[in-house]
C-alpha cells in the first residue's frame, strides 16, 4: 500500500509526514510502481499558478524528473563499467610487462648460455687440436720405433742367413 505525496513539504524541520513521503517515493521508484495520487490519473496535469509545467519538447516535469533519473542511472552504470575495465586494462598491461621482462631475462640468459657454450665450444675445439698433435706426435714416434724394431728384426735375420745357424736363445716350437 502506498502512501499519497503531500504537496506541502516542510524546510528542515522534521516533520515526520515529510520522512515517509521521500520513503515512498523512493520504494516506488525502486519497486517501478506508479504513483497513486491524482497526479498518476490519466487526463489529470499538475499546474503551478495557473500553467501546465510541460518542457519545451511537451514533456511534463514528472518524465523530466524520470529521464534525469535515467541519466543519473545510466552514468553510474557507464562509470562503473569504464572503472571495471580500467582495472582490467591495467591488469592486463601487469600481466603484458611482466612476461616481456621474463622474456627478455630469458633471453639474456640464452645469450649468457651462447657466449658460454661458445667459448666452451672454442675450448673444445683448442682440446681436440692439442689431442690430435698429441695423437699424431705419439703415431710419428710409434712408426719410427716400429721401424727401428723392424730393421732390428731384419739385420737380424741376415745375419743368421749368413751364418747359417739360429740363435740358441730363440724358444722355437
Not at 640464452?110 to 683448442?126: F, G, N, T, V
Amino acid at each position: 500500500m502506498t502512501q499519497p505525496i503531500s504537496v506541502n513539504k516542510s524546510t528542515r524541520g522534521g516533520d515526520s509526514m515529510d520522512k515517509a513521503t521521500r520513503y515512498s517515493k523512493i520504494s516506488r521508484w525502486l519497486s517501478c510502481k506508479e504513483a497513486t495520487d491524482e497526479r498518476s490519473q490519466p487526463g489529470s496535469r499538475r499546474q503551478i499558478s495557473g500553467r501546465q509545467t510541460t518542457d519545451s519538447r511537451g514533456r511534463t516535469i514528472d518524465s523530466m524528473r524520470l529521464q534525469g533519473k535515467v541519466d543519473a542511472w545510466e552514468m553510474a552504470k557507464l562509470d562503473k563499467i569504464r572503472k571495471r575495465y580500467e582495472k582490467m586494462k591495467i591488469t592486463i598491461l601487469e600481466w603484458e610487462s611482466n612476461k616481456k621482462s621474463k622474456a627478455k631475462q630469458h633471453l639474456e640468459r640464452k645469450q649468457i648460455l651462447e657466449r658460454r657454450q661458445a667459448r666452451a665450444l672454442s675450448e673444445y675445439r683448442d682440446e681436440v687440436l692439442r689431442i690430435d698433435k698429441f695423437a699424431e706426435e705419439a703415431k710419428a714416434i710409434m712408426e719410427e720405433r716400429k721401424r727401428n724394431d723392424e730393421l732390428v728384426v731384419l739385420e737380424k735375420e741376415k745375419r743368421m742367413r749368413s751364418m747359417g745357424r739360429v740363435p740358441r736363445r730363440c724358444l722355437c716350437f
